[in-house]
Protein backbone atom coordinates (compact mmCIF):
# COMPACT_ATOMS: atom_id res chain seq x y z
CA UNK A 1 0.00 0.00 0.00
CA UNK A 2 1.23 3.32 -0.74
CA UNK A 3 2.04 6.03 1.78
CA UNK A 4 0.06 8.06 -0.04
CA UNK A 5 -2.67 5.51 0.30
CA UNK A 6 -2.10 4.60 3.83
CA UNK A 7 -2.28 8.35 4.81
CA UNK A 8 -5.70 9.11 3.03
CA UNK A 9 -7.36 6.05 4.74
CA UNK A 10 -5.85 7.01 7.91
CA UNK A 11 -7.53 10.48 7.93
CA UNK A 12 -10.55 9.31 6.44
CA UNK A 13 -11.38 6.90 9.55
CA UNK A 14 -10.17 9.59 12.10
CA UNK A 15 -13.02 12.16 10.63
CA UNK A 16 -15.27 9.08 10.64
CA UNK A 17 -14.55 8.24 14.42
CA UNK A 18 -14.76 11.97 15.97
CA UNK A 19 -18.17 12.81 13.84
CA UNK A 20 -19.91 11.52 16.66
CA UNK A 21 -17.78 13.24 18.96
CA UNK A 22 -18.84 16.06 17.74
CA UNK A 23 -22.35 15.77 18.09
CA UNK A 24 -22.46 14.07 21.56
CA UNK A 25 -21.52 17.90 22.65
CA UNK A 26 -24.87 19.30 21.90
CA UNK A 27 -26.88 20.63 23.67
CA UNK A 28 -29.75 19.89 21.14
CA UNK A 29 -31.40 17.42 23.20
CA UNK A 30 -32.58 19.58 25.96
CA UNK A 31 -35.79 21.83 26.34
CA UNK A 32 -33.05 25.24 27.18
CA UNK A 33 -36.11 26.96 27.18
CA UNK A 34 -38.34 25.33 30.33
CA UNK A 35 -36.71 24.82 33.13
CA UNK A 36 -38.02 21.69 35.61
CA UNK A 37 -36.97 22.30 39.45
CA UNK A 38 -36.20 18.79 41.13
CA UNK A 39 -36.26 18.23 44.82
CA UNK A 40 -34.94 14.89 45.32
CA UNK A 41 -32.14 12.75 47.07
CA UNK A 42 -28.52 12.23 45.85
CA UNK A 43 -28.00 8.55 45.01
CA UNK A 44 -24.96 9.04 42.98
CA UNK A 45 -22.38 11.90 42.47
CA UNK A 46 -19.16 11.60 39.40
CA UNK A 47 -17.25 14.46 39.62
CA UNK A 48 -15.28 13.72 36.18
CA UNK A 49 -14.27 14.42 32.97
CA UNK A 50 -16.27 14.48 30.73
CA UNK A 51 -19.19 15.66 32.31
CA UNK A 52 -20.47 16.09 35.92
CA UNK A 53 -22.78 13.66 36.92
CA UNK A 54 -25.38 13.37 39.42
CA UNK A 55 -28.35 10.98 40.11
CA UNK A 56 -31.25 11.26 41.92
CA UNK A 57 -34.65 10.48 43.34
CA UNK A 58 -37.61 12.35 43.04
CA UNK A 59 -40.31 11.35 45.03
CA UNK A 60 -43.64 12.67 42.70
CA UNK A 61 -46.64 14.07 44.46
CA UNK A 62 -48.13 10.29 44.19
CA UNK A 63 -45.64 8.86 45.83
CA UNK A 64 -43.96 7.63 43.41
CA UNK A 65 -40.04 7.80 43.06
CA UNK A 66 -38.47 8.97 39.59
CA UNK A 67 -34.64 8.32 39.03
CA UNK A 68 -33.01 11.18 37.31
CA UNK A 69 -29.95 11.46 35.50
CA UNK A 70 -28.61 14.84 35.36
CA UNK A 71 -25.08 15.86 33.62
CA UNK A 72 -23.58 19.38 33.60
CA UNK A 73 -19.96 20.31 31.94
CA UNK A 74 -16.54 19.40 32.96
CA UNK A 75 -15.13 19.73 36.58
CA UNK A 76 -12.62 22.39 34.77
CA UNK A 77 -15.41 24.16 33.59
CA UNK A 78 -17.69 24.07 36.79
CA UNK A 79 -14.65 24.20 39.04
CA UNK A 80 -15.45 28.11 39.23
CA UNK A 81 -18.64 28.51 40.13
CA UNK A 82 -18.51 26.00 43.38
CA UNK A 83 -18.38 22.17 41.93
CA UNK A 84 -16.10 19.94 43.99
CA UNK A 85 -16.20 16.33 44.52
CA UNK A 86 -17.77 16.71 47.71
CA UNK A 87 -20.47 18.95 46.83
CA UNK A 88 -23.15 15.95 46.79
CA UNK A 89 -22.88 12.97 49.19
CA UNK A 90 -25.77 10.13 48.83
CA UNK A 91 -28.72 10.17 51.07
CA UNK A 92 -28.61 13.92 50.84
CA UNK A 93 -31.45 16.38 50.12
CA UNK A 94 -30.93 18.59 47.46
CA UNK A 95 -32.52 21.26 44.96
CA UNK A 96 -31.61 21.58 41.43
CA UNK A 97 -32.97 23.80 38.29
CA UNK A 98 -32.23 21.54 35.09
CA UNK A 99 -33.59 21.82 31.79
CA UNK A 100 -35.05 18.19 30.87
CA UNK A 101 -34.74 16.26 27.86
CA UNK A 102 -37.25 16.95 25.19
CA UNK A 103 -38.13 13.41 24.63
CA UNK A 104 -39.35 13.33 28.72
CA UNK A 105 -37.04 11.28 30.12
CA UNK A 106 -35.77 12.43 33.48
CA UNK A 107 -32.65 13.25 32.04
CA UNK A 108 -31.49 17.02 32.25
CA UNK A 109 -28.85 19.35 32.24
CA UNK A 110 -28.07 21.12 35.47
CA UNK A 111 -28.51 25.16 35.53
CA UNK A 112 -28.15 25.71 39.34
CA UNK A 113 -28.00 23.31 42.13
CA UNK A 114 -28.63 24.16 45.95
CA UNK A 115 -26.94 21.51 48.10
CA UNK A 116 -28.21 20.32 51.68
CA UNK A 117 -26.43 23.08 53.36
CA UNK A 118 -27.82 25.22 50.95
CA UNK A 119 -24.79 26.60 48.91
CA UNK A 120 -25.38 27.70 45.19
CA UNK A 121 -23.61 26.15 42.50
CA UNK A 122 -23.56 26.28 38.88
CA UNK A 123 -24.44 29.83 38.50
CA UNK A 124 -21.41 32.50 37.90
CA UNK A 125 -21.09 35.36 40.56
CA UNK A 126 -22.56 38.78 40.01
CA UNK A 127 -19.86 41.38 39.32
CA UNK A 128 -18.54 43.40 42.23
CA UNK A 129 -22.09 44.91 42.52
CA UNK A 130 -25.00 42.87 44.55
CA UNK A 131 -27.01 44.50 42.62
CA UNK A 132 -26.46 42.87 39.14
CA UNK A 133 -28.31 40.17 38.64
CA UNK A 134 -26.74 36.54 38.76
CA UNK A 135 -25.65 34.99 35.00
CA UNK A 136 -26.27 31.31 34.44
CA UNK A 137 -23.42 29.39 32.90
CA UNK A 138 -23.58 29.01 29.22
CA UNK A 139 -25.21 25.56 28.05
CA UNK A 140 -21.87 23.42 26.80
CA UNK A 141 -21.99 23.09 22.98
Do not use: C
Request: cysteine-free; charged content about 20%.
Amino acid sequence: MSKRLLTALTLTLGLLISIPLFAHHGSASYATDKQVVLKGTVTRWLYASPHLLLMLDVKGENGEVTHWVLESQSPTVMYPTGYRKDSFKPGEEVTVTASQARNGKPIGRIIEAITADGTKLGRLPAAASQDQPEVSVPAHQ
